[in-house]
């Protein structure tokens, strides 16, 4: 496991240096979100037409994403408990808390889950990343998530804008277009199978990177509060998500891939979604970062727990 996330570290240090530093005297928000618009646009749906025309489609399809939800919604529900519970004694305001609940329930799913899983099992382990994140989790973002930022924020968002969100995700036409290549039996020639090739080639490390050029240590009055949000993201939900998993009956590759994915740290759209609607920014960063910096202790110990499972 170290082999693969310290390259992945390594690689994200690059990228907070870059932060840092500024090389090229490059604006390194400009610089990601400029990356995240090209990923988004078109190496990931490069990755998500490859991997879906190539892969055997399965009932893994739905069960992934059921595994997904289940562990998004339950989490919600358990940040939204635990900090109506404290929040008195915490003194943390409305828009700090809606920004601690929607940093425990998302992961970085697909810029840190899709560079893990395929180190650890294979390119073709890509799907159960693109089945977590673009079937479960990037809806519930746009949908759960945009309802419980809304309520703790002071913006208000429609169910018709929230689907048109989704709907128009590059990656969700690149998938519906690779199923009905899949179903008509045509072949791709062999120069688009080579560009293709080449482009999902190139989503792991502008990704991993984009995640470094994230991370900043920002200024926050109640760091402390943080605690029960890190603890339901890098423990509760796999524990969750390895629950939901195995009654569901996955197993192998499949039952690790959606454990590994919901120990994945704080998801770094939560930036955006906090933004977006006036919740807390500074301590939707400081989850990002500290999340990030301690998946790389407990990702090799919750890959350590999956493996027992597969002997």
């Known amino acids: 496991m170290h082999n693969i996330l310290l390259p992945l570290g390594l690689i994200i240090l690059l990228g907070a240096l870059f932060r840092r530093f500024r090389i090229g005297g490059l604006d ?16 990931l749906p490069a990755l998500c037409f490859k991997i879906i025309y190539s892969a055997k489609i399965n009932i893994e399809a739905i ?36 920004a ?9 799913v697909a810029y840190l889950g899709i560079p893990v899983l395929t180190g650890l ?20 973002l746009w949908t759960l998530g945009a309802f419980v930022a809304s309520v703790y924020g002071g913006e208000r968002i429609t169910v018709k804008e929230s689907l048109k969100t989704i709907v128009l995700l590059p990656p969700i036409w690149a998938i519906a277009a690779a199923l009905l290549f899949k ?3 045509l ?29 900043t240590m920002p200024g926050v009055r109640h760091a402390y509060a943080a605690i029960p949000a890190i603890i339901i993201k890098l423990a509760i939900v796999p524990l969750i998500s390895f629950t939901a998993a195995y ?6 590759d499949a039952l690790s891939s959606c454990v590994i994915e919901g120990a994945m740290p704080t998801m770094v759209l939560s930036l955006l979604l906090a933004s977006r609607f006036r919740l807390d920014v500074a301590m939707a960063a400081f989850m990002i970062v500290v999340t990030t910096l301690l998946s790389f202790v407990t990702l090799p110990i919750v890959v350590h727990i999956t493996s027992l499972f597969r002997q």
């Open 28 to 43: 390194p928000d400009l610089l990601r979100h400029a990356i995240g618009a090209m990923v988004l646009n078109i190496f």
């Open 63 to 98: 069960y992934i994403p059921m595994t997904a939800a289940a562990g998004i919604v339950v989490s919600t529900l358990a940040a939204v408990a635990v900090y109506s519970l404290i929040s008195s004694s915490l003194r943390i305001t409305k828009a700090e808390k809606g």
């Open 100 to 108: 601690l609940i929607i940093s425990a329930a998302f992961g970085n």
């Open 121 to 140: 099992y294979g390119f073709e382990a890509a799907r159960y990343a693109i089945f977590y994140d673009l079937m479960a989790s990037t809806p519930l």
């Open 183 to 185: 179903q008509s039996g």
């Open 187 to 215: 072949a791709l020639p062999e120069f688009a199978v080579s560009a293709l090739s080449m482009l999902s080639g190139l989503v792991v490390p502008l990704m991993t990177f984009s995640v470094g050029l994230a991370l």
């Open 247 to 252: 009654m569901l009956g996955l197993s192998g």
